[in-house]
């Protein structure tokens, strides 16, 4: 029992004990398990309180946030695996309401340092990359295969919904007129051309297109371990890029990608006027403009929806029979060979999976966007998403969402938030003297400019001292607890070599 | 049907100027215990990596049930009914006992992926039963009551009949054990000759057993071929072997003949 707990725990009776309670800690150990865990953080809160109260009056939305997170600890194990889940998605489902009031304090708390909880434009942004970084768990996590070039497919999904369901096509001729086609497409301008299909179909033909190019990007790479395909990967996301921003009619001779400037109008996300008419689901994201329910509401709403298949596919794969060879791969190779399992081919599904989850995500930006820039799909993309997933706990969903929705934040708000609080309460900064191109200025700090350095800083930490990721998985936190699984130089257990 | 299980026919691998296997000629009939021994370096693991399809072989033939398999990737050779075991266990740590054995059926389960991803009944009952058949294959295994273990956590011996287990899953009908008794006591090597014999009986199987020790094959095997250097030196009953001066010249050196 002692084991169990820290050495606050003992410091605390040891102290009690020496005021003069008797025999405090075994008298408390004998109490309901219940009690011993229900207890404990009200008296936490209790001090708290006592101590803050002086100086500030607390947020009745911070206490309400507190209780949930206490019930939820308090509950028993068999209803918490379907309470927190549940409470999880309630509050995303209802974040809009929340963070896009015109009275914030009512629903919503400062949180310290941070500052504001994040905008709806970061939370549908955070959609996306959570979609990514499962994807990219499929294939480093599961499979053990390490990609650095994850960009690729969702630049490649990206480029596949502009093709799609944009304007682009109309300069190509077909019988000596321009494409001109529309199948359940949204807010086309008329007379433009140009191919325009739902975005719902694209989402799908993205992401398969995006699995045919893993499967081509994976066949010559996927003979290579380890590190060699990390370095083969990494020049496949870049050829990618590059063709991205080369492929205009300038090199190509026609006009595949539209050059530096990318492909632009996307048509925006929406159902249609069918589906509006006969289910009320919205014809036209960008029609709405509503205090709460607006484009980036519903495009969050959608990307939520997006994000929570990917999951459920990610899990049923893990657990399907797929997964497990996957994950036999990942544990050793030359066993999993000898069972039966056909490496090229499992590994090449893996990859594709990851790319076909990639690809969704890269149409869903596009048409987030309602443009493609060849900008927005450098190589820093495919190293955040890793960092999501090694800081989430590789292998683990929970975790990778959770790594995901953390750096997305930092990067779109978090850092900025951060600067300002350390400027405003901490530095002898002087906004005049201050020069925003400078990291250190006039006493300031501008955090964002260093942020894939204050990303490294953090992947360095976690690597340091929880290097299985802040949910790991349930193997993987078990390879970190006994050891690592090498190949052996000289197996000194077993008889020698024959 | 032949009588023969696998034939091998000038067999052969060279590692640069090496020859680690020299023109092998060698033959298992079905429903037998064959063993291959040899002193250290003798080629008897490249052998079997030959025959497993993790070597290709420089020259020769691998002919199993009647067909080449010499070549063949890994996968191959244990769709086609070869399972094994290794020398230095490699069972899938992080995994469970019953997922190991899950993952050796790999290849006799069709689950493909969209199925799976939708939970459609014909897969769910594949898996239902293949979960089933893996307890069955622990419990024959004696691992029943270790399901959940992680395999990283069980005692040396389980680990051991772990994988022979994972093997059987794979329905081989020629089971390959790489000095399954290498690290074991003397007990522990008596029992598993004895589950040796129980598993020929029971799953009809045919069984090629690599062995370091010449002791162990002696009781097991109804036929003994021992390499040195690469080349077969003799084959034969245990007491032809055991009595073979060429035998005993590779196992004790020159001046024990005389």
């Given at each position: 029992?002692?084991?169990?707990?820290?050495?606050?725990?003992?410091?605390?009776?040891?102290?009690?004990?020496?005021?003069?309670?008797?025999?405090?800690?075994?008298?408390?150990?004998?109490?309901?398990?219940?009690?011993?865990?229900?207890?404990?953080?009200?008296?936490?809160?209790?001090?708290?309180?006592?101590?803050?109260?002086?100086?500030?009056?607390?947020?009745?939305?911070?206490?309400?946030?507190?209780?949930?997170?206490?019930?939820?600890?308090?509950m028993?194990?068999?209803?918490?695996?379907?309470a927190?889940?549940?409470?999880?998605?309630?509050?995303?489902?209802?974040?809009?309401?929340?963070?896009?009031?015109?009275?914030?304090?009512?629903?919503?708390?400062?949180i310290?340092?941070?500052?504001?909880?994040?905008?709806?434009?970061?939370?549908?942004?955070?959609?996306?990359?959570?979609?990514?970084?499962?994807?990219?768990?499929?294939?480093?996590?599961?499979a053990?295969?390490?990609?650095?070039?994850?960009?690729?497919?969702?630049?490649?999904?990206?480029?596949?919904?502009?093709?799609?369901?944009?304007?682009?096509?109309?300069?190509?001729?077909?019988?000596?007129?321009?494409?001109?086609?529309?199948?359940?497409?949204?807010?086309?301008?008329?007379?433009?051309?140009?191919?325009?299909i739902?975005?719902?179909?694209?989402?799908?033909?993205?992401?398969?297109?995006?699995?045919?190019?893993?499967?081509?990007?994976?066949?010559p790479?996927?003979?290579?371990?380890g590190?060699?395909?990390?370095?083969?990967?990494?020049?496949?996301?870049?050829?990618?890029?590059?063709?991205?921003?080369n492929?205009?009619?300038?090199?190509?001779?026609?006009?595949?990608?539209?050059?530096?400037?990318?492909i632009?109008?996307?048509?925006?996300?929406?159902?249609?006027?069918?589906?509006?008419?006969?289910?009320?689901?919205?014809?036209?994201?960008?029609?709405?403009?509503?205090?709460?329910?607006n484009?980036?509401?519903?495009?969050?709403?959608?990307?939520?929806?997006?994000?929570?298949?990917?999951?459920?596919?990610?899990?049923?794969?893990?657990?399907?029979?797929?997964?497990?060879?996957?994950?036999?791969?990942?544990?050793d190779?030359?066993?999993?060979?000898?069972?039966?399992?056909?490496?090229?081919?499992?590994?090449?599904?893996?990859?594709?999976?990851?790319?076909?989850?990639?690809?969704?995500?890269?149409?869903?930006?596009?048409?987030?966007?309602?443009?493609?820039?060849?900008?927005?799909f450098?190589?820093?993309?495919?190293?955040?998403?890793?960092?999501?997933?090694?800081?989430?706990?590789?292998?683990?969903?929970?975790?990778?969402?959770?790594?995901?929705?953390?750096?997305?934040?930092?990067?779109?708000?978090?850092?900025?938030?951060?600067?300002?609080?350390?400027?405003?309460?901490?530095?002898?900064?002087?906004?005049?003297?201050?020069?925003?191109?400078?990291?250190?200025?006039?006493?300031?700090?501008?955090?964002?400019?260093?942020?894939?350095?204050?990303?490294?800083?953090i992947?360095?930490?976690?690597?340091?001292?929880?290097?299985?990721?802040?949910?790991?998985?349930?193997?993987?936190?078990?390879?970190f607890?006994?050891?690592?699984?090498?190949?052996?130089?000289?197996?000194?257990?077993?008889?020698?070599?024959? | 049907?032949?009588?023969?299980?696998?034939?091998?026919?000038?067999?052969?691998?060279?590692?640069?100027?090496?020859?680690?296997?020299?023109?092998?000629?060698?033959?298992?009939?079905?429903?037998?215990?064959?063993s291959l021994?040899?002193?250290?370096g003798a080629?008897?693991?490249?052998?079997?990596?030959?025959?497993?399809?993790?070597?290709?072989?420089?020259?020769?033939?691998?002919?199993?049930?009647g067909?080449?398999?010499?070549?063949?990737?890994?996968?191959?050779?244990t769709?086609?009914?070869?399972?094994?075991?290794?020398?230095n266990?490699?069972l899938?740590?992080?995994?469970?006992?019953?997922?190991?054995?899950?993952?050796?059926?790999h290849?006799?389960?069709?689950?493909?992926?969209?199925?799976?991803?939708?939970?459609?009944?014909?897969?769910?009952?594949?898996?239902?039963?293949?979960?089933?058949?893996?307890?069955?294959l622990l419990?024959?295994?004696d691992?029943?009551?270790?399901?959940?273990?992680?395999?990283?956590?069980?005692s040396?011996?389980?680990?051991?009949?772990?994988?022979?287990?994972?093997?059987?899953?794979?329905?081989p009908?020629?089971?390959?054990?790489?000095?399954?008794?290498?690290?074991?006591?003397?007990?522990?090597?008596?029992?598993?000759?004895?589950?040796?014999f129980?598993?020929?009986?029971?799953?009809?199987?045919?069984?090629?057993?690599?062995?370091?020790?010449?002791?162990?094959?002696?009781?097991?095997?109804?036929?003994?071929?021992?390499?040195?250097?690469?080349?077969?030196?003799?084959?034969?009953?245990?007491?032809?072997?055991?009595?073979?001066?060429?035998?005993?010249?590779a196992?004790?050196?020159?001046?024990?003949?005389?």
């Amino acid at each position: 029992m002692a084991s169990r707990h820290g050495r606050a725990y003992r410091g605390f009776f040891r102290l009690l004990e020496s005021v003069g309670v008797k025999d405090a800690r075994a008298r408390w150990e004998r109490k309901s398990p219940f009690l011993q865990r229900a207890v404990p953080p009200l008296a936490i809160a209790a001090v708290v309180l006592v101590l803050v109260l002086p100086f500030r009056t607390p947020d009745p939305a911070a206490i309400v946030f507190l209780a949930i997170v206490y019930a939820l600890y308090i509950m028993p194990p068999r209803w918490r695996k379907w309470a927190l889940p549940a409470t999880v998605l309630t509050i995303a489902v209802l974040y809009p309401f929340l963070v896009q009031q015109l009275d914030y304090q009512r629903f919503l708390f400062e949180i310290p340092i941070f500052n504001t909880f994040p905008t709806i434009d970061t939370m549908a942004v955070m959609a996306i990359y959570a979609m990514m970084a499962v994807g990219l768990n499929i294939v480093v996590g599961y499979a053990g295969l390490l990609d650095l070039g994850y960009v690729a497919f969702y630049a490649l999904g990206a480029y596949t919904a502009a093709w799609l369901a944009s304007p682009h096509a109309s300069q190509f001729h077909i019988n000596g007129k321009p494409i001109d086609l529309n199948i359940g497409g949204v807010g086309v301008t008329e007379g433009l051309g140009g191919i325009h299909i739902s975005i719902w179909i694209v989402l799908l033909a993205a992401a398969i297109v995006t699995a045919v190019g893993g499967i081509l990007i994976g066949l010559p790479t996927l003979r290579l371990r380890g590190d060699y395909l990390a370095i083969v990967t990494l020049g496949f996301g870049e050829i990618i890029a590059e063709v991205a921003k080369n492929g205009d009619s300038i090199t190509l001779g026609f006009n595949l990608t539209g050059g530096p400037p990318g492909i632009n109008p996307l048509d925006p996300p929406g159902w249609g006027t069918w589906l509006a008419d006969h289910l009320g689901l919205p014809a036209n994201y960008l029609e709405k403009s509503g205090q709460y329910v607006n484009f980036v509401t519903l495009v969050y709403w959608s990307g939520l929806v997006l994000l929570l298949l990917t999951i459920f596919c990610s899990l049923r794969m893990r657990d399907s029979r797929l997964g497990r060879a996957w994950i036999a791969i990942r544990e050793d190779e030359v066993a999993a060979a000898a069972m039966g399992i056909p490496l090229m081919r499992t590994k090449t599904w893996a990859y594709a999976s990851g790319a076909f989850f990639g690809g969704v995500a890269g149409a869903w930006f596009g048409s987030f966007k309602q443009g493609v820039f060849p900008d927005d799909f450098y190589f820093q993309i495919s190293i955040f998403i890793l960092c999501m997933v090694i800081l989430g706990g590789m292998g683990n969903v929970w975790g990778v969402v959770a790594g995901a929705a953390f750096l997305t934040y930092l990067n779109q708000e978090g850092l900025s938030s951060v600067s300002t609080w350390f400027n405003d309460k901490v530095l002898p900064c002087d906004p005049n003297t201050a020069d925003p191109a400078k990291v250190i200025s006039g006493g300031c700090v501008n955090a964002p400019l260093v942020s894939f350095g204050i990303y490294g800083l953090i992947i360095v930490l976690v690597m340091l001292f929880r290097p299985e990721g802040l949910i790991p998985e349930r193997r993987r936190k078990l390879e970190f607890e006994t050891g690592v699984h090498d190949e052996p130089l000289m197996d000194l257990r077993h008889a020698p070599e024959s | 049907m032949s009588e023969l299980l696998l034939e091998t026919i000038a067999l052969r691998k060279e590692f640069g100027g090496l020859v680690a296997v020299d023109d092998v000629d060698f033959t298992i009939p079905r429903g037998s215990i064959i063993s291959l021994i040899g002193p250290n370096g003798a080629g008897k693991t490249t052998f079997f990596n030959m025959l497993t399809g993790v070597y290709k072989p420089t020259a020769g033939r691998v002919v199993f049930d009647g067909e080449d398999i010499g070549g063949k990737p890994p996968h191959a050779a244990t769709e086609r009914g070869i399972g094994r075991t290794f020398q230095n266990i490699r069972l899938f740590e992080q995994m469970t006992a019953t997922e190991n054995v899950l993952v050796g059926m790999h290849c006799r389960l069709k689950g493909r992926m969209v199925p799976s991803i939708f939970g459609f009944p014909g897969v769910r009952r594949e898996e239902r039963a293949a979960r089933e058949r893996a307890r069955e294959l622990l419990a024959y295994c004696d691992l029943a009551g270790h399901e959940d273990d992680y395999a990283r956590n069980l005692s040396y011996g389980d680990q051991r009949r772990l994988e022979v287990a994972r093997a059987l899953a794979t329905q081989p009908k020629l089971l390959l054990l790489d000095e399954p008794t290498a690290g074991m006591n003397p007990q522990e090597t008596l029992e598993f000759v004895d589950f040796v014999f129980k598993l020929r009986d029971d799953e009809d199987l045919t069984i090629l057993l690599i062995e370091h020790d010449m002791k162990l094959v002696m009781g097991v095997s109804d036929r003994i071929t021992v390499l040195e250097y690469g080349a077969k030196i003799a084959e034969g009953q245990a007491q032809e072997v055991q009595s073979d001066p060429r035998v005993i010249e590779a196992y004790l050196g020159k001046a024990a003949v005389s």
